[in-house]
């Protein structure tokens, strides 16, 4: 601060000194004038450099920085230092940003860029193809004014995009689209577009595949269950040293027909065109049924009660599926619970959603499992899933029956103290009885 008073005052030293030297000479009045003028002069340069100045900022270019004198010269030297580097910087990012573009331009998936009021800011090659965009005339545009089918513009305004969008293109209904929005930055957002066509028709094939093959697979394996059968149970036609190994090829053959029927149902789950018959469904009464099929199975090596139940509380949903899905979570507490184990059976409101839950005291999971549960044919031990005869598909079936139910599966567990499975049911499922019914 110091020097800077310094370099803009001392030019009028000389002039202070001029004016010392003509006071006794030409007299005060000519001293005073002679140093206004000195003053008028030096707020002349200031005002000649400062409206160089001024004329520069109209069109601030790096070539035409102005020169100054004195004070100002140091000025317009450090501007054009400033913004040398200021260009520096901006060639730097405008270089980093058209190969990003480029990048983005490369991918095979669609990205669109949607500021804060969700407006097209610039969106890829991939993009313009998958959605009909254009980025000469679209952009500014909102992206639901360009993509209108009525699930996207629900899935953008409940703003819940932790799961991606399936739908077909409106330009072509052949072809799969995959839509995803992710927030980034201040309330923008990038819309990442996938065709999944090729995955959708792999997919399929698969379905199909399972499904025909086990639908063949079934006729074979009830002639060999029955044969079986009847060759037992013909008065010696089997040796009593050849009797085990029958026992060993009928259990084996009921377990492929198991296998068989969980296939088939889950090929059934999945087809498209299995929609969902709703009734009303009498849920205290299943679980009842639920319950002593249980204690079947156990053959009274458990303890299978119901712990709670609401009598009130019923489901609209295919009953069928709702079996399904509660006997194997029962089946599967059963079958990993020691014998003396206690299986829980409960079915309550918990909020405005209905759980039916059971919990047993068997062997418990590790959490590193519990994720992949519901996969098909995963196994957290193998060799004591074959003692069970468990198909491995029971979790996965009851997954895709409750995603039908607008549902879903919670598991809480804790090695060697045992798992509560519960099916937690969306309002929008459940029926609420009055008691005089």
Avoid at 340 to 357: D, H, M, N
Wanted: aromatic share 8%; net charge negative; charged share 25%.
């Amino acid at each position: 601060m110091q020097d800077f008073v310094w370099r803009t005052t001392w030019p009028l030293l000389p002039a202070a000194f001029l004016c010392l030297l003509l006071w006794p000479m030409a007299g005060g009045g000519t001293a005073l004038f002679t140093f206004c003028l000195c003053v008028a002069a030096l707020l002349a340069l200031h005002l000649y450099n400062f409206r160089k100045l001024v004329a520069w900022l109209k069109k601030p270019e790096l070539p035409l920085v102005p020169e100054g004198n004195g004070l100002w010269d140091d000025v317009f030297a450090t501007l054009y230092q400033v913004l040398r580097q200021h260009s520096r910087s901006e060639t730097r990012l405008i270089s980093a940003l058209e190969r990003l573009q480029l990048a983005a331009g490369a991918l095979p998936d669609g990205v669109v860029v949607l500021n804060e009021t969700d407006q097209i800011e610039w969106c890829n090659p991939s993009a313009s193809k998958q959605l009909g965009l254009s980025m000469e005339h679209d952009a500014g545009q909102p992206i639901s004014y360009l993509v209108r089918q009525t699930e996207f513009i629900a899935y953008l305004n409940e703003r819940n995009y932790s799961e991606p969008l399936h739908l077909k293109s409106s330009r072509n209904s052949d072809i799969s689209l995959e839509l995803q929005l992710v927030p980034f930055g201040e309330n923008q957002k990038l819309l990442i577009c996938r065709d999944i066509t090729h995955l959708e028709k792999i997919e399929t094939m698969r379905r199909d595949f399972i499904a025909n093959v086990s639908h063949e697979l079934r006729t074979p394996l009830t002639v060999v269950g029955g044969f079986l059968e009847t060759l037992k149970d013909i008065e010696g036609a089997v040796p009593e040293n050849l009797r085990h190994y029958f026992d060993l090829m009928e259990d084996q053959t009921g377990r492929m027909r198991n296998l068989v029927e969980d296939l088939l149902m889950l090929s059934q789950l999945e087809s498209s065109q299995n929609l969902l018959q709703e009734t009303e469904v009498d849920v205290p009464g299943l679980i009842a049924t639920v319950q002593n099929e249980g204690q079947n199975l156990s053959g009274n090596r458990h303890k299978v009660y119901i712990e709670s139940m609401d009598e009130t509380l019923h489901l609209r949903g295919n009953r069928d599926e709702l079996h399904s899905a509660f006997g194997n979570l029962v089946n599967n507490a059963i079958r990993y619970t020691p014998e003396g184990g206690e299986i829980r059976i409960r079915w309550q409101l918990r909020g405005k959603e209905a759980v039916f839950s059971v919990q047993d005291t068997g062997i418990g999971i590790e959490q590193h499992h519990i994720p992949r549960l519901t996969e098909r044919f995963y196994r957290v031990d193998r060799s004591r899933s074959r003692e069970t005869g468990g198909t491995g598909l029971g979790l996965s079936i009851v997954k895709h029956i409750l995603t039908r139910h607008d549902a879903r599966l919670e598991i809480q567990s804790e090695l060697g103290k045992g798992s509560t499975f519960s099916a937690v049911f969306a309002p929008n499922f459940v029926v609420i009885q009055s008691k005089a019914e």
